[in-house]
């Protein structure tokens, strides 16, 4: 059964700083794993989605990594703003067609 | 293009009362899911489709049930509610189970 751990639960750093949010996975034989953005009381909303033959995915100041070897993904957030303030969740597949499994999450608050 | 729908936004429930979750997709993706996100739980998967008249279950089923009679829709029904099913419940798509795109929630208190 997959397992999606995210480190740190929560994380709060001054605007314009670099930060990186980590995801391990125990189930290496992944064919992708998508980051989400939620807001309080929104849904989720995609921002990158790595395929398993990729190493890296960026989208604007987001850049995403994958090492299945090591059953590891990092977001990096360059330049953050206080609009970057959300939710981020890491979520690899359960195998199959059975859906996602989810971590708990990475608390972002980006201090103006 | 509208993504994927869910209907209600909120509702309170009385224990024992039945209630659809409504979910409509406009993307013709095949793979639906329903998900339910209780708070320091993380997403749990309830039930998913892999098409039209194909369901299976998730994870955490007890409860509930589905039906997938056309591509675009995917009901989730609750019967005889609890208060352990006070959550806020995802419905999600994908083409191939690939990228998922997810609704914007439907916040159920069962009281």
């Known amino acids: 059964k997959q397992e999606v751990t995210q480190i740190p639960a929560a994380l709060s750093v001054p605007e314009g700083e670099n930060l990186v949010l980590n995801c391990s996975f125990t189930?290496?034989?992944?064919?992708?794993l998508q980051w989400f953005r939620q807001d309080p009381g929104k849904g989720l909303t995609s921002l990158l989605l790595?395929?398993?033959?990729?190493r890296e995915q960026t989208s604007g100041r987001l850049n995403a990594s994958l090492d299945k070897s090591s059953g590891r993904s990092t977001l990096y957030i360059a330049a953050s703003q206080p609009g970057d303030s959300a939710t981020y969740l890491c979520?690899?597949?359960?195998?199959?067609?059975?859906?996602?499994?989810f971590g708990k999450g990475t608390h972002l608050i980006i201090q103006p | 293009n509208a993504g994927v729908t869910q209907t209600p936004k909120f509702r309170i429930l009385k224990i024992g009362q039945s209630m659809t979750l409504q979910c409509a997709q406009d993307?013709?993706?095949?793979?639906m899911y329903w998900y339910r996100q209780d708070p320091g739980m993380g997403l749990k998967l309830i039930y998913y489709?892999?098409?039209?008249?194909?369901?299976d279950k998730g994870e955490v089923p007890n409860g509930y049930n589905v039906s997938r009679s056309t591509t675009e829709d995917f009901p989730l029904r609750l019967e005889l509610a609890a208060p352990s099913q006070t959550s806020v419940y995802f419905c999600?798509?994908?083409?191939?189970?690939?990228?998922?795109?997810f609704g914007q929630g439907t916040r159920l208190t069962v009281v």
């Open positions: 489709s892999v098409g039209a008249g194909i369901t």
């Open positions: 189930d290496s034989a992944i064919y992708n």
């Open positions: 999600a798509s994908s083409y191939e189970g690939f990228e998922a795109f």
């Open positions: 979520a690899a597949p359960g195998g199959g067609a059975d859906g996602l499994t």
């Open positions: 790595i395929q398993s033959s990729q």
């Open positions: 993307m013709n993706h095949n793979y």
